[in-house]
């Protein structure tokens, strides 16, 4: 931990020491804060602070007096499941699920009394104790957050706050004092792969482009993140825009580039707003511009909201798209950094490589280096979600087990009502509709980019879905293959036709007709449809198919032999009886069956014929003393 | 011939079409984004204006079609006054959206195939991620995020929209049911 010391903010830049010692109030601004109700808290506090005597300023300002209160948004903080999240610095107190009745107490109890109010602090689920802010809660203790540490710090519609915080710094020093070949250097020296997936070295990729002589060059920056399950480029868009606009500066600079874009996803409409206001701050400011830094170098950035096909993640899909045509991939070489957006070499980075940038010109490679592991270094965004107890936005050095983000950060599993279970852990999904599971055996697997490949798994782009036992694995695989198959552009045979075979072969293990050839010729057609695809999409599509046959088999094989689901969760296979020892014959059940499947005489037993059962669990919800089983 | 009304709303925004077909300097590049505008001006993208925009851009109509056709985005039907977006990405299904999601169904007798409902005011959907997954299940009704949905939540929602649609008296039609907010 110690590392990260030289990352923090206040070494960064100059000039802050006045504005650390300013009392702030944060209120979270992300998108999952705001949908419950986030900014609701921002106009009461606005209204309370000024009716309770506070020096209030809710702007930056060059001068700050000891005895202000500033007022301030942030971007993701990442705790998303307790918003919304208000920060009390440098008391160092968080608090969470905030609701506008509780503002008031906030600011007499804590701002003017310099109390805490207890009911709003974080309790751990597994330990009941109040945790009063960052360092003693352990979803954020625990984690090393580089990337996201001024998300949920600094105003992301401030530019001047990020740049009070050292902002652009990094940038300036590419254009003025660096030249393209010790960008590369750096960079490559850092060992910073790509945070998107693939993994590839930034630094090589960059060197690629650079060596290529041509007048136009084009930086591309991937935020369409359409893995179904992680939002980490959201959040650092949302909640650092100027971090990625850097790092995209020093990009161009690198490979000599003067043109860049943001491409966002269309579901992200706060993204895309607040990378266009990024823009146009750092247009004004000069920053972007026809004069960069005084250098006589013209950069400019545009910001294109994609139109919604997970496939255009894939670089040459994307650049396809940029250019109004229909996503989809084509071979290659050659490679983007060759020949990509119109013809010219094209460098295609994702959101959290592009953030990693300017800490790396800042502190040099080695510090870089110094975290995570030989192969994988540095730090990786996690999207936290499904059966854990904390979900949200995580940031753990390379080489972090899974047992440590899902037990300690993430506090552990949940049942489905959310409350702690606990052998409940059946697998992680991990990497999305590209990766694969991991199972209890792998808690201990430090995560990285070649472990995880040994497994069947990969990075991906960073989606960790935990899941509890009552998740059916062959459900699970299905609905990624649906994704996929939906997903499926349809230039590759092997795919578009492949993963909808897969999928109706998932379909009969589901309902009931898959015999001992339908296993078999998932696990073929898996292996032929990766071999004849193109791109990442079809290569991948059938990894949470084979990852959960090879972790699940037995699931699977009771699903076709037994024609049994573990898990009650596969419908068709489901066969409800009603307890004859239990059954009052109280005539419920008959009355609730929408196809008179039930019969039985008054004060008898009752019984439902299999024959006309259509499995809704009418009965089951009727029956007041859980005579209903098996559904 | 007097002009109808519809027939003049249909001018004007052709006119709006031609504006942002000049916003975008007919540059078939740019036929992404301007689909997009057409899309926020019409709510989709009728027949006619996709064909109109092919001929501005000198493109085949099939390009545009294609285009059109293959990114989630775009409607080629009209969607209902309130669209209901429930996401059924990783984290919300295992966290049981698709129970919401029926229950929506039911609720408004939509299906897979047909999304709105014949009186035009609902359109019920899935989407693959919102990227709110801490808040799984959530839906999305006209821009707005609900998060931590049940099924019976889900149709209080909805009967909220319905009461407010019923009495104009009370609440203009685009004003949202109570609850959470999330707007900027």
Known sequence: ?631 | MATTPIAVDRAEKFEKVVGILDRFARRPSGLIPILQAIQHEYLYLPEEVLTYVATALDVPPARVFGVATFYAHFALEPKGKHVIRICDGTACHVKQSLPVLNALREKLGTTEKSKTTPDMLFTVETVACLGACGLAPVIVIDEQVYGQVTPERAVALVDEIKAMEASPTTATASEQPSGEECHE
């Not at chain 1, 959201?234 to 490979?255: C, D, L, W």
């Not at chain 1, 170098?297 to 294109?304: I, N, R, S």
């Not at chain 1, 430090?446 to 059916?472: D, F, H, K, W």
Request: aromatic share 6%; proline share 5%; charged share 25%.
């Open chain 1, 1 to 631: 931990m110690n590392n990260t010391e030289a990352f923090s903010t206040t070494e960064k830049g100059t000039g802050i020491s006045t504005h650390a010692q300013v009392r702030r109030v944060i209120i979270c601004a992300g998108t999952g804060c705001m949908a419950n109700g986030a900014m609701k808290v921002y106009e009461q506090f606005k209204r309370e602070m000024t009716g309770s005597g506070l020096r209030v300023i809710l702007e930056l300002r060059a001068e700050a007096a000891g005895d202000e209160v500033r007022l301030s948004k942030s971007g993701c903080q990442g705790f998303c499941q307790m918003g919304p999240l208000v920060s009390v610095v440098p008391d160092g107190i968080l608090y969470t699920k905030v609701r506008s009745e509780d503002v008031a107490d906030i600011v007499q109890q804590t701002l003017a009394g310099g109390e805490v109010v207890e009911r709003l602090l974080y309790k751990d689920p597994s330990t009941r104790k109040s945790c009063r802010g960052l360092e003693d809660n352990p979803f954020y203790a625990l984690q090393n957050r580089l990337v996201l540490s001024e998300c949920g710090f600094l105003d992301p519609e401030d530019i001047h706050e990020y740049m009070l915080h050292g902002g652009y710094r990094a940038a300036r020093k590419a254009f003025v004092e660096m030249s393209p070949e010790e960008i590369c250097k750096t960079i490559t020296d850092s060992g910073l792969r790509g945070r998107g997936g693939g993994g590839f070295p930034t630094g090589r990729k960059w060197d690629a482009a650079r060596v290529q002589n041509s007048a136009k060059k084009y930086i591309i920056c991937n935020g369409d993140e359409g893995d179904p399950g992680a939002f980490m480029n959201r959040s650092v868009m949302e909640g650092n825009p100027h971090s990625v606009i850097e790092g995209m500066m020093i990009a161009a600079r690198a490979i000599g580039a003067n043109e860049m874009l943001v491409y966002v996803r269309a579901e992200y409409p706060l993204a895309v707003q607040r990378m266009r206001n990024a823009v146009a701050d750092a247009e004004r400011e000069g920053i972007l511009g026809k004069n960069v830094f005084g250098t006589g170098l013209a950069v400019k950035c545009e910001v294109m909201e994609g139109a919604g096909a997970f496939v255009c993640g894939e670089e040459t899909a994307m650049i396809a798209s940029i250019e109004g045509q229909r996503g989809m991939p084509r071979p290659k070489p050659p490679f983007p950094a060759q020949s990509g957006l119109w013809g010219k070499p094209t460098i295609i980075n994702n959101v959290e490589t592009l953030a990693h940038i300017s800490r790396i010109l800042n502190v040099g490679p080695d510090v870089f280096k110094s975290i995570g592991t030989k192969d994988s270094p540095g730090t990786k965004t996690f999207a936290l979600t499904g059966h854990v107890a904390n979900t949200g936005l995580v940031e753990v050095p390379f080489g972090t087990p899974l047992r440590e983000i899902v037990y300690n950060i993430g506090g552990g599993v949940t049942d489905d009502a959310g409350k702690i279970w606990k052998n409940g852990f059946k697998a992680v999904q991990i990497g999305g509709p590209s990766g694969g599971c991991l199972t209890e055996d792998h808690l201990d697997l430090p995560l990285a980019y070649e472990s995880l490949r040994s497994v069947g798994a990969m990075v991906g782009s960073g989606g960790l879905v935990a899941m509890n036992q009552g998740t059916c694995m062959v459900s699970i695989a299905r609905f990624f293959m649906e994704f996929t198959q939906r997903e499926s552009c349809g230039k590759c045979v092997l795919c578009r036709e492949g993963t909808r075979q897969l999928l109706a072969l998932l379909d009969d293990v589901i309902e009931g007709r898959a015999d001992a050839g339908t296993l078999d010729l998932l696990e073929k057609l898996g292996h032929a449809v990766q071999i004849g695809s193109l791109c990442g999409l079809g290569k991948t599509a059938p990894n949470p198919v084979l990852s959960t046959m090879r972790y699940f088999r037995k699931e699977y094989e009771e699903h076709v032999f037994e024609k049994r689901c573990r898990t009650g969760r596969c419908k068709p296979l489901l066969s409800p009886e009603i307890n004859q020892v239990k059954c009052k014959g109280c005539g419920l059940c008959i009355k609730a069956c929408p196809t008179g499947a039930i019969t039985g005489e008054k004060k008898q037993p009752h019984h439902i014929n299999p024959e006309l059962c259509i499995k809704c669990g009418a009965c089951a919800t009727a029956c007041k003393i859980h005579a209903v089983e098996g559904i």
